[in-house]
Every structure is written in structure tokens, then in C-alpha cells.
């Protein structure tokens, strides 16, 4: 694999990421259960959004083939988005919205605070500046666990729920392929590996504050860096590309 | 926008009440209220005063939340990354201005449980507006250019309302709408000079919303019964045909500005009057969305309150946290 090769899907991963755990916050908008979680979700998803348009717009500059934040974001089918899978998971009740909220900022917020010093000044600068978003997401998560796993009867088992649910797509947070490895070679990436017991640590002291169990271990499912997804993603595309593919031509 | 008093039927006027109230008391009340200075929730007040103002504000409130929704609905489909940032900071903005209005709302002694409570009921209005449908993105220039350009004109002049926290509240909203007008004129403007396509969605679109728009600032003003003592009272500055003939008069230029025609063949310039005649309003269909029979009423209230009911039991979780940790912190 060639460096530049890397270095464009690496920019990509970040920022479909981004984009699509955004857009599926904001499917909440109007609908979240009190108008404090409303505005706090459509922040985090705005947080997002913008990070996204960052994180593309240097893969698409990268590329060196034209294509800018918007076509990268609208005109690429399934097989070409590089998202974990954990972030186009459909947002289910408000309990499984938060366990996939939590698992993944946790690991964000790990991810930019080394990302912050990649040698890849664009990166580097992006970090810097969603590193302090990323941190109100994960406390905002973290809280709402705290709050459901320790509050009734009915909100513990619906957290539980949530974080089952949610759990097998914690490894492929983790995992290393070759543009991982190459990108953290080049001090570009970050080994993500080496963020796991720092990740098992926080999430092992929310969910004792929440008064919950770790989730049994069980086999990760994986394959979003490679285009290989869970079929939600292309349901979730054919809604948001509607309109850049229905009328190529135009500008809006 | 919001804040016109919505009555089901035209020009009612309710029972006068003989006020058992102290005449001093309200004499000097009347007199501060001329004199425009504020009254806060501390200060005494007439019963009817307060009603109407609860009944105002919240109404304003549930406006800004049911909102939320026809904009909502396009948050998914926004046609780049740019403009899907814009709409849900706008759709958040206006969450928030839910949020101030309740607030100020509840100084006067009404909990938000019980505003809300009376939405869900149908026993509180909300803007007729938003009972109409969001069917292309054109719909998201023409929502940002009338709808919040007509709550433009009707709020600025509520940053001098006799209620404090009202008026404060409408200072840091207006500040808000009058960025989401510009926004939304610059969608408009975009596709108005865009592909054939999107021209006609343009044009579909002020087609669809204009009368809707118009019908904002309430009845006419002979069939307001209200309009003299909420003016006496300063919780209304200007009528509602006064309203609506100034944003006739700054719209019609906008409109053809971009190339886009007033669904409005009455529409003239008065030279006489120096503004614009325009044509009848369908007041009946004004009066139908009132009585709760708009295009998408139903959908709107099913969606406010499915999200209520569904969120119940998030909202029972954060109060027995917070319980407990009060117990904990007791112990
Ligand atoms: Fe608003
Ligand atoms: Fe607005």
C-alpha cells in the first residue's frame, strides 16, 4: 500500500467517523425525551458535522482528484465509506443512543488527544480543536449512564440493553490493519491498540458509578474500515445523498 | 410570529369580568406600564395581566418547540455538510428560544410540566405555521425567509414588552432569527438562480408558504378584541395588520430580487399609502389550522407527544438519580 494511499483512507476513517455517528444524532432532533437532551445531542451531532468537514475536505485535498468534503460525503456509495461500524448503528431507544454515545466518544476523545500530535499538521490542527468537543461528548455519555444505570428499574434495564446491544462492535475500535500500521509508523496515526486499557479503565468506572456489569465478552464484528458494513449504512445514505443524487447538476 | 393571541373562532370577545382587584394597586401598575417601565415577577400585577401573558409566552414557547419539526424533518437530507451544519444550529437555536420562554414564562408561576401538559391537551396554541408540510429543501429557504423573517416583525418590537423577562428573553431571539432569515433567503436565493429544477422548487415553495406566512400575525385587526388592552398593556406594540403590512412591504422586493413571483395577483404598490395592496387572506383556512385542522396538525401533535411519552422513562431515571445522590450525599 502506498503512503499517500494510506494517509487519504486514514483521513477518511476520521472523518466517517464523524459524519455518520452526526447524522445519526440528528435524527434526534425533535424528538429527544426533554428539550436539555434536544439541544444536547444536536450539539454533539453539530460537533461532529463540522469535524467531518474537515477530516474530508484534507482526504479529498490529499486525493488531489477534485473532490471536496461535500462529494466525498454525498457521492460515495457503501463499499467506499471507512466508518467503524459501531457509529451507524441506528440510534434504537434513548439508553442505546448513550451506550453507543459513550463507548465511541471514550475512544474519540482517546483518539484525538494523540492525534493532536500528528505529524500531519492538518490533522494535528483538527485534533486539537475536536479534542475539547469530544471531551463534552464523552462526559455527557458517561453522565447519562451513570444516570440510567443508577436511576429506576425500568432505565437499568433498558441501559443494560443498550450496552449489549452496542458491545460487539467495541474491537474493531481497537483493532490494527495496514493502514494503521503504516500510519502510525509514519507518526501520522495513532496505534490504537495501545488505547485499550485506558478505555477499559474509564469505562469500567462509569459503569461502576452506574451500578452496572461489564458486558460479557464476545467475538467483535468488524470490517467498516474495509467498506464492509452492517446494512444500515446504505439505508442511512440512500436519505442523506438524496438530493446530490437526484440532481447532480446542481449547487445548492 | 408566535406571540398573536389564537382564538378559535373570529372576533369573540370574551365576558368582561369586573376587576375585584385594588383600584390603587392597579392604577399605579397602569401607570408604570405607560410610563414603559418593566415589570418583574416580583412586582404586583392584575390576574388578567398574568393569564394573558402565561397564555402568550407559552404559546411563543410551544411555537419555537413544535418548530422544531417541519425544519427537523429535513436535517437528514440537507444537500451538503455546510448546509445540514446551518439547519441543525438553527433547529437548535430555536429549541433554545423554547427554552428562554418557558423560563420566563415560569416566573410567572406556571411550571413547564403544566405548559406542556396544556399542548399535548390542545388546550394551548401553537403558530398556525407550522401545521403545513416541508416537502422540498426550498421549503428550508422559505421556513428561514418568512416564517423567521415574519417572527422578525412581530418580535423586535416585544424587546420593549411591559413583562422583564419577556422582553429579555426577545432580545437574545431576535438577535437569532434574523440570522436564520438571512440564511434561509440565501437558500432561496441559491436555488432561485440554480437549475430549472430547483427554480421550480423555489417558486413551489413561496407559492406554498406565503399566505401560510401572512396568516402568522393573527386576525384582522376588527376582529381582535384583544389587540386595544394587550397595546394598553405593552405586551402588544403594534397591530397585527400594521405587522403584516410591513412585512408585505420589506418581502415583496425580496421576492423579486431572486426572480420569484408573490402568489398574489391583487399585489400592487400604493403610491398613495406608500406600501402595497395585496390580496384577501383565506380566513377560513386561517380559522381550520387555528381549530387544530392543518395539513399536518395531527402529525405534529403525534410527534411532540410520542417523543413526551417516549421519553417518560428517561426522565423518571434522571429524577430518582438525582434522589439518590441527594440521599447519598445526606447520609
Ligand atoms: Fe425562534
Ligand atoms: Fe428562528
Given at each position: 500500500m502506498s503512503g499517500d494511499r494510506a494517509r487519504i483512507d486514514y483521513a477518511l476513517r476520521l472523518g466517517d467517523d464523524a459524519l455518520v455517528l452526526g447524522q445519526r444524532l440528528g435524527e434526534w432532533c425533535g424528538h429527544a425525551p426533554m428539550l436539555e437532551v434536544d439541544l444536547g445531542l444536536a450539539n454533539i451531532a453539530l460537533d461532529l458535522i463540522g469535524q467531518a468537514q474537515h477530516f474530508l475536505a484534507h482526504a479529498g485535498a490529499l486525493e488531489g482528484h477534485g473532490r471536496d468534503a461535500d462529494k466525498l460525503a454525498f457521492r460515495r456509495d457503501v463499499l467506499d465509506f471507512k466508518n467503524c461500524l459501531l457509529v451507524e448503528?441506528?440510534?434504537?431507544?434513548f439508553a442505546q443512543t448513550i451506550a453507543r454515545q459513550a463507548l465511541f466518544s471514550t475512544w474519540h476523545e482517546l483518539m484525538l488527544q494523540r492525534l493532536q500530535g500528528s505529524s500531519d499538521t492538518a490533522i494535528a490542527a483538527v485534533a486539537q480543536k475536536a479534542v475539547k468537543e469530544v471531551a463534552y461528548h464523552a462526559s455527557f455519555a458517561r453522565e447519562w449512564v451513570v444516570r440510567l444505570g443508577d436511576g429506576t428499574a425500568e432505565s437499568r434495564q433498558r441501559m443494560v440493553d443498550g450496552l449489549d446491544w452496542m458491545w460487539r462492535f467495541v474491537d474493531e475500535l481497537f483493532a490494527m490493519d495496514l493502514v494503521d500500521q503504516a500510519m502510525a509508523e509514519a507518526g501520522v496515526g495513532v496505534d490504537k491498540s495501545t488505547l485499550r486499557p485506558e478505555w477499559d479503565h474509564l469505562i469500567d468506572a462509569m459503569l461502576a458509578e452506574a451500578t452496572l456489569e461489564r458486558p460479557a465478552p464476545r467475538r467483535g464484528v468488524m470490517g467498516g474500515r474495509e467498506g464492509r458494513h452492517s446494512e444500515h449504512l446504505g439505508h442511512m445514505l440512500s436519505e442523506m445523498q438524496f438530493l446530490q443524487r437526484a440532481y447532480p447538476d446542481a449547487v445548492w | 410570529m408566535y406571540t398573536t393571541e389564537l382564538q378559535n373562532q373570529a372576533g369573540k370577545p370574551k365576558a368582561q369580568v369586573a376587576s375585584t382587584e385594588d383600584p390603587a394597586l392597579l392604577e399605579a401598575f397602569e401607570a408604570r406600564v405607560a410610563a414603559d417601565e418593566f415589570i418583574e415577577p416580583k412586582d404586583w400585577m392584575p390576574e388578567a395581566y398574568r393569564r394573558t401573558l402565561v397564555r402568550q409566552i407559552s404559546q411563543h414557547a410551544h411555537s419555537e418547540i413544535v418548530g422544531m419539526l417541519p425544519e427537523g424533518n429535513w436535517i437528514s437530507r440537507a444537500p451538503t455538510l455546510r448546509r445540514k451544519a446551518v439547519l441543525l444550529a438553527k433547529v437548535q437555536d430555536e429549541g433554545g428560544h423554547g427554552l428562554y420562554l418557558y423560563a420566563a414564562a415560569e416566573t410567572l408561576g406556571t411550571s413547564r410540566d403544566e405548559m406542556v401538559e396544556a399542548l399535548h391537551s390542545g388546550k394551548a396554541k401553537y403558530s398556525t405555521i407550522f401545521n403545513y408540510p416541508t416537502l422540498t429543501w426550498a421549503d428550508i429557504g422559505a421556513i428561514g425567509w418568512l416564517v423567521d423573517g415574519a417572527a422578525i416583525m412581530n418580535q423586535v418590537p416585544l424587546q420593549r414588552t411591559s413583562y422583564g423577562p419577556y422582553a429579555r428573553a426577545m432580545v437574545r431571539v431576535c438577535k437569532e432569527e434574523s440570522f436564520h432569515q438571512r440564511q434561509g433567503y440565501e437558500i432561496m436565493m441559491a436555488m432561485a438562480s440554480g437549475t430549472p429544477e430547483q427554480k421550480r422548487m423555489a417558486q413551489d415553495a413561496l407559492n406554498r408558504w406565503w399566505w401560510p406566512s401572512l396568516m402568522m400575525f393573527g386576525p384582522p385587526d376588527e376582529n381582535s378584541p384583544n389587540t386595544a388592552q394587550s397595546m394598553r398593556w405593552r405586551i402588544k406594540r403594534d397591530t397585527n395588520d400594521e405587522l403584516r403590512q410591513k412585512f408585505v412591504d420589506v418581502t415583496v422586493p425580496q421576492a423579486e430580487a431572486i426572480g420569484l413571483t408573490v402568489p398574489d395577483p391583487d399585489l400592487k404598490w400604493n403610491e398613495a399609502k406608500g406600501g402595497h395592496d395585496f390580496g384577501e387572506i383565506d380566513w377560513e383556512e386561517f380559522y381550520a389550522v387555528v381549530r387544530g385542522e392543518g395539513p399536518v396538525a395531527k402529525e405534529r401533535m403525534k410527534a411532540r407527544i410520542d417523543a413526551w411519552n417516549d421519553g417518560a422513562w428517561v426522565r423518571e431515571a434522571a429524577l430518582a438519580h438525582a434522589a439518590k445522590r441527594n440521599a447519598r450525599a445526606a447520609a
Open positions: 448503528q441506528p440510534n434504537g431507544d | -
